[in-house]
């Protein structure tokens, strides 16, 4: 009976309100603190590119920073590598919706479309080429829906890497253009190329390849349809490297967009700065994280382009590049 007693006065309404302060101060409760702190938001990111490509993932992460986000403190992401495939793209994006995530975020054109297809709930921010002229929205100021993101570089910008080719390659008849056979935005590109190559004399000799595997075939055929130099497209930066150093074993220049075509061998990359591009992809990832709609942002596009010629390729190659290319350079690559 005593016993009882000394039992009930420990934990009586009063004891009791002293042992859960105890508890708490003591760090006992955990699960119950862990429930009143704000969820971490997580991004779902969908690389068309392979796991290799990891400059993508320094990419995000430094711009993501650039808006106060860091990964593990107040960010969390989730890498998914499509590896050229619109189908993984999509399962991806499938997951990622499962998982509840707070956002996707869909790299390269054909990534994007296949995004779109499946997702039917949670905001998407691109990174494409054209979102414009392959469809992923019909109105670049107010995209409507659930995406909205930056476009890297449009049609027009095709005819000017062909421009700069030739003066880096001043007798240039006959150029090859390496294209993707399942990216919407290679037509476009291949007939604004035409148009202008039309206009200078230049013929242009289309290839199209799914990925990588092709490049070996694509080289065969370029050599032997006699092209002289190589636009590559850019959804095949991550893996340029495979197709440049070959063309140059066969003694053919090539142009890309990126600044790692030309750190990959390329004599010349003209294009958008990308970094900047992240940069902006992370202020609206910023925006909606706290709230804006997607549909109502509107897609942005590029004002910032990046000029860098590799000399080490051009002196392989033989070329002696005009002073009045090599002043516009952003970077020389000796």
Same mark, same amino acid.
């Given at each position: 009976?005593?016993?009882?007693?000394?039992?009930?006065?420990?934990?009586?309404?009063?004891?009791?309100?002293?042992?859960?302060?105890?508890?708490?101060?003591?760090?006992?409760?955990?699960?119950?603190?862990?429930?009143?702190?704000?969820?971490?938001?997580?991004?779902?990111?969908?690389?068309?590119?392979?796991?290799?490509?990891?400059?993508?993932?320094?990419?995000?992460?430094?711009?993501?920073?650039?808006?106060?986000?860091?990964?593990?403190?107040?960010?969390?992401?989730?890498?998914?590598?499509?590896?050229?495939?619109?189908?993984?793209?999509?399962?991806?994006?499938?997951?990622?919706?499962?998982?509840?995530?707070?956002?996707?975020?869909?790299?390269?054109?054909?990534?994007?479309?296949?995004?779109?297809?499946?997702?039917?709930?949670?905001?998407?921010?691109?990174?494409?080429?054209?979102?414009?002229?392959?469809?992923?929205?019909?109105?670049?100021?107010?995209?409507?829906?659930?995406?909205?993101?930056?476009?890297?570089?449009?049609?027009?910008?095709?005819?000017?890497?062909?421009?700069?080719?030739?003066?880096?390659?001043?007798?240039?008849?006959?150029?090859?253009?390496?294209?993707?056979?399942?990216?919407?935005?290679?037509?476009?590109?291949?007939?604004?190329?035409?148009?202008?190559?039309?206009?200078? %004399?230049?013929?242009?000799?289309?290839?199209? *390849?799914?990925? &990588?595997?092709? =490049?070996?075939?694509?080289?065969? #055929?370029? /050599? +032997?349809?006699?092209?002289?130099?190589?636009?590559?497209?850019?959804?095949?930066?991550?893996?340029?490297?495979?197709?440049?150093?070959?063309?140059?074993?066969?003694?053919?220049?090539?142009?890309?967009?990126?600044?790692?075509?030309?750190?990959?061998?390329?004599?010349?990359?003209?294009?958008?700065?990308?970094?900047?591009?992240?940069?902006?992809?992370?202020?609206?990832?910023?925006?909606?994280?706290? %709230?804006?709609?997607?549909?109502?942002?509107? *897609?942005?596009? &590029?004002?910032? =382009?990046?000029?860098?010629?590799? #000399?080490? /390729? +051009?002196?392989?190659?033989?070329?002696?590049?005009?002073?009045?290319?090599?002043?516009?350079?952003?970077?020389?690559?000796?």
């Amino acid at each position: 009976m005593g016993e009882n007693n000394q039992s009930g006065a420990r934990f009586g309404p009063l004891g009791r309100r002293h042992a859960l302060a105890a508890a708490l101060a003591a760090g006992v409760t955990t699960p119950i603190s862990a429930h009143a702190q704000p969820r971490q938001p997580r991004i779902g990111v969908v690389n068309w590119e392979g796991p290799d490509a990891t400059f993508r993932m320094d990419e995000l992460r430094k711009a993501m920073a650039s808006v106060g986000y860091r990964e593990g403190i107040n960010i969390a992401f989730e890498w998914r590598w499509a590896a050229g495939s619109r189908a993984r793209a999509a399962e991806a994006a499938i997951e990622f919706e499962s998982m509840a995530v707070s956002l996707i975020y869909a790299r390269t054109t054909p990534a994007a479309h296949a995004v779109k297809e499946v997702v039917k709930r949670t905001p998407v921010v691109f990174h494409v080429a054209d979102a414009l002229a392959t469809g992923i929205v019909t109105n670049l100021a107010r995209p409507g829906g659930l995406m909205t993101g930056v476009m890297s570089s449009g049609p027009e910008l095709a005819p000017k890497r062909l421009e700069i080719l030739r003066e880096a390659v001043p007798k240039l008849t006959r150029v090859g253009f390496l294209a993707s056979s399942i990216d919407p935005n290679a037509e476009t590109f291949i007939r604004e190329t035409s148009t202008t190559a039309s206009h200078m %004399g230049i013929s242009v000799v289309p290839v199209r *390849v799914r990925g &990588p595997d092709g =490049f070996a075939a694509a080289l065969d #055929q370029m /050599t +032997a349809e006699r092209v002289e130099a190589v636009i590559v497209q850019t959804l095949f930066v991550a893996s340029s490297r495979q197709f440049i150093e070959p063309a140059l074993g066969r003694r053919l220049p090539s142009i890309g967009e990126q600044p790692l075509f030309a750190e990959n061998g390329a004599l010349v990359a003209f294009g958008a700065d990308h970094a900047s591009l992240t940069e902006r992809v992370a202020t609206q990832i910023d925006r909606i994280l706290k %709230g804006a709609n997607p549909g109502d942002i509107p *897609v942005e596009t &590029p004002t910032k =382009f990046w000029l860098v010629i590799n #000399q080490k /390729t +051009a002196r392989t190659l033989g070329l002696t590049l005009p002073p009045s290319l090599l002043i516009r350079a952003d970077e020389v690559i000796e």
